[in-house]
């Protein structure tokens, strides 16, 4: 059964192979167009923001390769995007960011609903900054189902730190059990 | 906290520290958003995103595409036994209108020509198909899709069968992105059709009606009313239906008159819709004496 993936992300003593740059860059691309996919109904309510938690991963995961700065320029697309005033995503991205790697080194040594529920919590600052500027801006308020995109985001954290680690674990040697 | 618990030593430098560089981009942004919403500044940078973007973006829309389609393609027969029998009743009732209909558009040709009056709308319309809802719950908007050959740009007016529904803000190929009536401070100007009183009709955002703001308490309004465009920005042709008086509430002690309007077309409901050809350009605006203050009050708006 070697080939069946391991569902569960590695452990902190693993040892991984290191992360390709070009993997990073095509789950940021990908969760990007996941964002400007059009939405409706239930999904518009809930639909997390694909693009944040991507980030807030490869910030937590690998601090020295993106932060603050990769963040701040994929808000910016976002900005464009969504066709919005020039800035509230990079501010908010780039504070996701700024925690992630406040966060990072403990965040992983917990089970992954911890790290869920800290993910949620990114994501709900995320939120509100976004909101808040939005407010500032003028927009009319929004109902509290404009944060439940933060908690279908921290739902989905278990599988992203299952999906984007799998190119990084070395196959499994016959030896091993 | 002792500093070493996050401070690199110093022989693996990064270059600044993360609040540094938190504090460098969280400035910037700040300084982005102040100019973009005070000053039209940033529109090279955005047009320059944008293009690169839109790839992408329709690239994201296809596998919703080929979804709509095949899901239509499976549509019941029943579905569309039921739909060409309404449509037939409609089209009986509807046949008198229609014929003396062409005899007006006959006459009003001439009557036109003869004023040798400016043809009013260039080109034809196009029939569009609403897609998707927008993607941004502040705004109220909603993605339309069209035949591929046909041509829609920003500023075209949208209409459904009984009114106006919006108008288009961006295009794509074959797609393009209609802000509706009813989203924030979108303004449509409008005529009261009885009086003949012109206003402005402004939307108030997700699940509120909009609103025709700075009528004096006294106006000449009612509920009832019927509130149709009056043509004088050139971006919504004159006399469609835009919307119905709900309530007038005239408070003593308030300048204006609180006037609430339900929309006569199916705003969010609409699914078949027609952008109308835009409208042929009007002679140049003459220079007011004092420009400055009246353009740097809402840039947002200009932008749309």
New interface residues.
């Given amino acids: 059964m070697a080939a069946l993936p391991r569902l569960s992300p590695a452990r902190p003593e693993e040892i991984l192979l290191p992360v390709r740059i070009w993997f990073v860059l095509s789950t940021l ?1 990908a969760s ?10 239930v999904w ?2 809930i639909r997390p923001d694909f693009l944040a938690l991507t980030l807030l991963y490869w910030c937590i995961q690998q601090p ?1 390769m993106l ?3 990769v963040a ?1 320029l994929f ?3 976002m900005d ?9 995503h ?2 908010a991205y ?2 996701l ?2 925690a992630a ?2 966060f990072h080194r403990r965040v992983l040594r917990f089970p992954l609903w911890h790290q869920a529920a800290h993910v949620a919590a990114l994501l709900f600052l995320c939120g509100a900054l976004v909101l808040i ?2 407010l500032m ?4 308020g ?1 109902s509290w ?2 944060f439940l995109p933060a908690a279908s985001g921290a739902l989905l954290w278990p599988l992203i730190s299952v999906f984007y680690q799998l190119p990084q674990r070395p196959a499994r040697s016959p030896g091993e059990r | 906290m002792p500093a070493y618990a996050h401070e690199p030593p110093p022989f693996f430098r ?1 270059g600044p520290s ?2 540094a ?2 504090a ?3 400035l ?6 102040v ?3 005070r000053f039209a500044y ?1 529109e090279a ?2 047009q320059a ?2 293009a ?2 839109q790839p ?2 329709s ?3 296809w ?2 595409l080929a979804a709509e389609r095949f899901g239509g393609y499976f549509s019941s027969q029943r579905d569309l036994q039921e739909q060409n029998q309404a449509l037939q009743n409609q089209l009986l009732a509807q046949a008198k209108a229609v014929q003396g209909h062409e005899d007006l558009v006959r006459e009003n040709a001439r009557l036109r020509a003869v004023l040798q009056v400016r043809e009013r709308y260039g080109g034809g319309s196009v029939a569009a198909e609403a ?8 705004r109220q908007k909603l ?1 339309i899709g069209y035949a591929g050959e046909a041509e829609v740009k920003p500023g075209q007016a949208v209409i459904d069968e009984t009114g106006v529904v919006g108008q288009v ?2 295009s794509f190929s074959g797609m393009a ?1 209609v802000t509706l009536l009813t989203d ?2 979108h303004a449509v100007p409008v005529r009261v059709r009885r009086s003949g009183l012109r206003s402005v009709l402004y939307g ?3 699940g ?1 009606l909009p609103e025709l703001r700075f009528m004096a308490a006294n106006a000449d309004i009612q509920p009832g009313d019927v509130l149709v465009t009056s043509g004088i920005d050139g971006v919504y042709p004159p006399d469609l239906a835009v919307a119905t008086v709900a309530s007038v509430e005239r408070e003593t002690g308030l300048m204006f008159a609180r006037i609430v309007c339900q929309p006569a077309a199916g705003v969010d409901r609409s699914r078949h819709l027609l952008v109308l050809a835009p409208v042929a350009a009007l002679p140049e605006r003459p220079e007011a004496e004092t420009d400055p203050e009246s353009r740097r009050k809402n840039p ?1 708006h200009r932008r749309r």
């Fill in positions: 691309v990007l167009m996941l964002n400007l996919l059009p939405a409706g109904g518009l309510a020295r932060g603050v700065g701040w808000g910016l697309v464009v995007g969504d066709g919005t005033l020039f800035g509230q990079a501010l780039s504070a960011a700024y790697e406040f500027v939005r801006g003028g927009a009319a929004v189902t404009y | 990064r993360p609040l560089r938190f460098f981009f969280g910037l942004s700040l300084a982005l958003l100019t973009d919403s940033l940078m955005r995103v944008a690169v973007l992408l973006q690239v994201a829309t596998p919703g897609l998707f809802g927008g993607r941004d719950p502040f993605v803000t961006r992105e924030k401070d108030a955002g997700a509120r947002r």
